[in-house]
């Protein structure tokens, strides 16, 4: 059984470190891996920045005496870039055959942002031991005043000061000399919340520990020469102990560990993201929770103190991922490259999985499972944000197609009710990173009580798509904008494939499946043709940026449209706006309506198509001048209406990814004009742990 931490809300920061061994390096160009990987993080949101190298000018690797600098700057990368080249005490040229440089993204959560509450932390202030933190701890409190009742002295408002102080506490009481892993196991085994860390010590020089507990790590292996194994077995602590009483280690050897054969050459990079490793190796280990991985004489060993279910190995991982997946490219922004790779992205989460000639759809993910699934009571789809929407958007044609009751569930919401889930439930988890750590609760949760889970996710080797049962993995390529995009049209299509799939050997369905599966085929094209009325719906948002409100109406297929699309007006413009249904705009939202109120309304020709234009009587009623996205070949509308944004038609249950795109360019239009940071949008970040 999962234990499950006290729930708690955090945006996660972000961790990078490298460590070089026998790959001779300057202090300079380790310097410009920890700022390149810092970099690469930078959408993940922050509001400051640090990083711990090996100070002195010495080239004596080995000397157990060379301090540990920390340099740490509230802001962007770039200002802790200027700040370390105002450092007059240290040489950049000094060269290193063996080092480890530890960096770090912070975003407040305990203590406003500043250099002293930045990390790496220090354990004293010889930094004998320093750390870096991803997640919270939530005994923090309990620790430091222990650690304040043992002499130590804290200097920041923060919960990670209290695990370097731990460690160092630890080590001072240690009753023999122990390795450094074994040394974090047992800090590891104090603390509560969720946690990703990465340690650096004097008294282990050239060493690395990182550990794992509901925040996301990985590492990244290069080395030019042949390495031990592609799988590390992972090493459990032995209960026997030797004279002193201490607890004898795993041997290391090639049976044990990872390295390059011969002791060669051998660069290894810890990190929360794959983006920020991508440039330098392909190669990656994702660590599980629990796992404590050591970097010792260039060895990389897997340490765990009890035996649970799952791989008694990690192996390494190939990436697919491309460095010029990651780079803006010509656009001014990710968030806008991001939104004009929907028509590739689309093509590339169908890609192998439908085959429009002879209309049939294969999921790989899901075939030792799909027959459960078809015999199964009801299907929960449990997600946050935008994932929450792809939901909303699909359940209709699920209900449709599948024939059975379908349940769309904020995953927090769904926690705080103890929701009653059963055997026969088929529980799907949709979240882009993978590593939401309300879904991922929600996950734990419904396996405890026998449901079958599904992952969906856009990110290999995230949590959520190693714990579930099954999944699909949907392939839209990195996303590194905070506001998603083309993630949420993808989840949006990987739900209507997984609907027929359920239904393929239905001879009742069979012309509605041709007709949505023709519809997918021609959807990437109908796209493109969407993006192309940028500069009009640039025109528009001229006319709306100086507004503090926008109401967006719809219902059907497109009432998770209208909530998407507020969502993305909200994130990035700061404006408010509210998606409504617009079959309850008489129980209180018509009350808003007047002459000076934006509204958007979305009417489609579809089988809500009447009620739609009810509702745009009512509002024009009230003086309202609503904005209509309508059907291109919709002529009534067009007339009735004093603006319009009209989108190409597709199949019904299709057309809100249609309807979708221009409230992402809106949303981007007028967040640009607002001069607000598209991708880095104010107190959010792109991965939300909400435990």
Not at 264 to 282: L, Q
Request: net charge negative.
């Amino acid at each position: 059984m999962q234990i499950c931490c006290p729930r708690i809300r955090i945006l996660m920061p972000r961790i990078f470190a490298y460590l070089n061994y026998h790959v001779p390096k300057t202090r300079r160009e380790i310097l410009e891996i920890l700022l390149k990987g810092l970099q690469r993080l930078e959408y993940r949101g922050y509001d400051s920045a640090g990083v711990g190298i090996d100070g002195g000018n010495g080239k004596e690797w080995e000397s157990h005496d060379r301090p540990i600098q920390l340099i740490k700057q509230r802001g962007k990368v770039k200002a802790l870039e200027e700040e370390i080249y105002k450092q007059q005490d240290i040489d950049l040229d000094v060269e290193f055959d063996v080092h480890l440089g530890i960096a770090h993204t912070r975003w407040a959560t305990h203590g406003v942002p500043s250099p002293v509450n930045s990390h790496p932390h220090r354990s004293d202030k010889s930094n004998e031991f320093i750390v870096i933190h991803n997640g919270i701890i939530t005994n923090y409190k309990d620790l430091r005043k222990f650690l304040e009742t043992k002499g130590y002295e804290f200097e920041s408002e923060t919960d990670t000061e209290s695990i370097a102080k731990l460690v160092k506490y630890m080590y001072d009481n240690r009753e023999c000399e122990i390795s450094f892993a074994t040394l974090v196991e047992r800090v590891t085994q104090q603390l509560e919340g969720a946690f990703a860390l990465v340690f650096k010590s004097v008294h282990y020089p050239g060493e690395a520990v990182g550990t794992r507990r509901g925040g996301p790590l990985l590492i990244g292996v290069k080395s030019d020469h042949k390495l031990s194994t592609d799988h590390i077995p992972v090493l459990y602590r032995s209960s026997a102990k030797d004279k002193k009483g201490c607890t004898t280690l795993p041997r290391m050897d090639q049976d044990t560990c990872l390295f390059p054969v011969d002791d060669k050459a051998v660069e290894y990079y810890f990190a929360s993201d794959a983006s920020a490793v991508i440039e330098h190796t392909n190669r990656v280990i994702f660590l599980e929770d629990d796992d404590v991985a050591a970097v010792t004489e260039g060895r990389l060993s897997i340490h765990r103190i009890k035996r649970m279910g799952g791989d008694a190995a990690r192996a390494i991982q190939t990436l697919q991922m491309e460095l010029q997946q990651i780079m803006r490219g010509n656009y001014s922004s990710f968030m806008q490259k991001e939104i004009f790779e929907q028509p590739e992205s689309v093509v590339n989460t169908m890609r192998g999985r439908v085959n429009f000639d002879n209309n049939t759809v294969t999921l790989g993910g899901l075939k030792d499972h799909i027959k459960e699934i078809q015999r199964c009571r009801r299907l929960i789809l449990i997600a946050c944000g935008t994932s929450y929407h792809a939901g909303v958007a699909t359940r209709q044609v699920l209900e449709e197609l599948t024939e059975l009751p379908v349940m769309v569930e904020l995953a927090s919401d769904f926690l705080d009710r103890n929701t009653p889930v059963f055997r026969d439930d088929v529980c799907f988890l949709i979240s882009q990173s993978g590593e939401t750590a309300d879904s991922l609760m929600a996950l734990r949760y419904c396996k405890e009580r026998g449901a079958l889970t599904v992952g969906v996710t856009n990110t290999v080797g995230s949590s959520i798509s190693r714990e579930t049962d099954c999944g699909v993995h949907i392939n839209a390529g990195p996303e590194i904008g905070v506001a998603s995009t083309k993630a949420y049209t993808s989840q949006f299509v990987a739900l209507i494939m997984f609907a027929l799939l359920m239904c393929d050997d239905r001879i009742s369905m069979q012309p509605r499946r041709r007709e949505i599966i023709q519809g997918l085929r021609i959807l990437p094209d109908l796209i493109k043709e969407v993006l192309s009325l940028d500069d009009e719906i640039q025109k528009l948002a001229t006319e709306l940026y100086k507004q503090k409100s926008v109401l967006i109406m719809g219902r059907g297929y497109h009432y998770a449209t209208c909530l998407e699309g507020a969502l993305k007006i909200k994130e990035i413009t700061y404006m408010h706006s509210e998606g409504i249904l617009a079959g309850e705009l008489k129980h209180g939202p018509l009350a808003l309506v007047d002459k000076l109120m934006p509204v958007i309304m979305i009417i489609m020709r579809d089988h809500t198509y009447v009620k739609c234009q009810n509702a745009l009587q009512q509002v024009v009623a009230r003086q309202g001048r609503p904005i209509v996205i309508c059907d291109k070949d919709d002529y009534e509308t067009i007339e009735n209406s004093s603006r319009t944004i009209k989108v190409p038609h597709c199949v019904d249950c299709l057309q809100g990814i249609l309807s979708v795109i221009p409230l992402q360019l809106l949303s981007f239009h007028l967040a640009v004009l607002r001069g607000y940071d598209v991708d880095c949008p104010r107190n959010l970040a792109k991965s939300v742990t909400v435990e």
